[in-house]
């Protein structure tokens, strides 16, 4: 009876004990682990290797203090950022880096002498935005005089330079040539490239290219496999290919293949392809070079564009598409997005597609705040400069799947139903109405609208409460005219010159007549509002204001010349016919009855 009583003690108290074991091996665990933190933080034994990439920094005194201990992990425990490519541009120098980055704040650009990489110079970066969903972008300014555009980067308060020893890829593109974009659209790529140059707003001979899958950095030691296929469509700065038969029966084993386009020798054009496939080592091997040599005349040019299998671009709403969406490209217009997209989504604007050229006035801010209003509206970052028309290209393919119908305007263009208003009809969903009448129709496929083009109406400073009311005077014909198209039927050449896409054949435009619907450009406004707009254009055929070439071209401001310095009596210019039709509109149906406010004056508050 007592040996049972003294095993069941035993058995009582063994977890216990147990327990009291684990307990003591845990805190030794922790003071070792904090033994190690102090060993690291130490000024007598630092690390210098650059294999081991967190930067740990832990003072002494911090071990007593639990919220101190906390702030420095957060602080000092940082991996180096990978540049996978750079792009010279003429006024800044862009990385594309394959990390997410949410403290662009502490970031440096970090730039090496020519002849001595001891010789360091950092600077602060201009911006960071997300890109693709894969990769960072990160804009530096340009490398000083006699330091290298191989610019790498470094979070700020570190001294271990890690800039030079990561960048396995030290290639700096020239925006000049360059294929930069890259998107899946069914069975086929669709390849964007800067430098082919094809005669604008014309297609051209699709024999002339390749496109080359799975291209790998040539600095790189470790093998490569690349993949050609033949081009199906070429127009502008778009190229279209088919998929090699592995990437269109697995688009998931393609998430980050970079693409480019090969340019055929013109005396092989119509007789001699590439084959299909073509394996190399490295520059060094014998293979790269004996496949070289026997395709020296075809060119691949150099890329920074990969394919992603988006599932976010290639999957249909479950309820159906919207109706009416709507697409543009800016650069620093964001005090503009709050009147042109709220008035918009008021005549039936259900989906939103802002195309982002490098602004630097606070974008992202505007569109939170009106994304969190309920307004649905999505910033693309989009880093390539003057390629208006490829990326409304890019735009029509991301839209496809979203919407039956996508226009194609600028934050200063609004439609106006003059018809209506005299009538005294509601204006409500009009635009989303309009185009919903065609959405079955097998002929009609973009719907054209005629511009008029106003101008500073007597104004000084901007008006208060937007150009919709502000701006009242204009010239007397209407300049071009603007499109929305289906997505869904538009040439595979995606072919644009921004203000209407080429169609499938069968298909055909519908010219509304101007007094059923215009559209009121806000084409030159207040000095101060114009100026800012007067450096750069975002479309690819369209020559900047400074730039002296076709000074007679309604792109550009009669008599403006190419410096931004305001005309005499600016204020009075571009005014022959005094048209009040769409502020009264505005106004007899968006004013608050009370106060008279509009609502992007509420945003404002």
Known sequence: ????????????????????????????????????????????????????????????????SKNSLQDSFHAKLRFPLRVEDRVLFPDHLLLLVSDKIDEAEKLDCVYHKVLNHKDVVRQRVFSVDEFDGFRSVVRCPLPPWNYSADAGLMWRGHGVDYSLSLRSNRTVHSWDRLVYEAAFDGKTAVVFAKGLNLRPHKESDPNRFMCQFGLKNSDEEDEGFAV???????????????????????????????????????????????????????????????????????????????????????????????????CTMLWNQAPALREWIMYHTWLGVERWFIYDNNSDDGIQDVIEELDFQDYNVSRHTWPWIKTQEAGFSHCALRARNECKWVGFFDVDEFYYFPRHHRRGLPGQNLLRSLVANYSSSRMIAEIRTACHSFGPSGLSSPPLQGVTVGYTCRLQSPERHKSIVRPDVLNETLLNVVHHFQLKKGFRYLNVPENSIIINHYKYQVWETFRAKFFRRVATYVVDWQE?????????????????????????????????GLRDFVLANLADPAAGSLPWEKSLL
Not at 28 to 38: G, P
Not at 553 to 560: F, H, I, W
Not at 567 to 580: A, L
């Open 228 to 326: 050609m296929t033949e081009a199906i469509v070429a127009a502008q700065e778009v190229v279209r290919c088919s998929l090699p038969s592995s990437i269109r029966n697995n688009p998931d084993s393609a998430q980050g293949i970079r693409v480019t386009v090969v340019l055929a020798s013109r005396n092989d054009v119509k007789h001699v392809r590439m084959p299909s496939a073509v394996r190399f080592r490295n520059s060094r091997s014998y293979d790269h070079r004996r496949n070289r040599m026997r395709h020296k005349e075809n060119i691949a040019m150099p890329s920074v564009a990969k394919l992603y299998n988006s599932k976010s671009y290639q999957t249909k709403r479950n309820d159906g598409k919207f109706e009416l969406c709507a």
């Open 548 to 580: 002296n070439q076709n000074q007679g071209s309604k792109d550009r401001a009669p008599g403006l010349g190419t410096e931004a310095i305001e005309p005499p009596n600016w204020r009075k210019q571009f005014c022959e016919v005094w048209d009040t």
């Open 1 to 64: 009876m007592e040996s049972e009583q003294r095993l069941k003690r035993k058995r009582i108290y063994r977890p216990y004990s147990r327990a009291q074991f684990l307990s003591r091996r845990s805190l030794i665990l922790c003071l070792s682990f904090f033994v190690f933190l102090m060993f690291l933080s130490s000024e007598r034994f630092p690390i210098r290797t650059v294999s081991f990439h967190p930067v740990v920094s832990v003072p002494s005194l911090s071990i007593l």
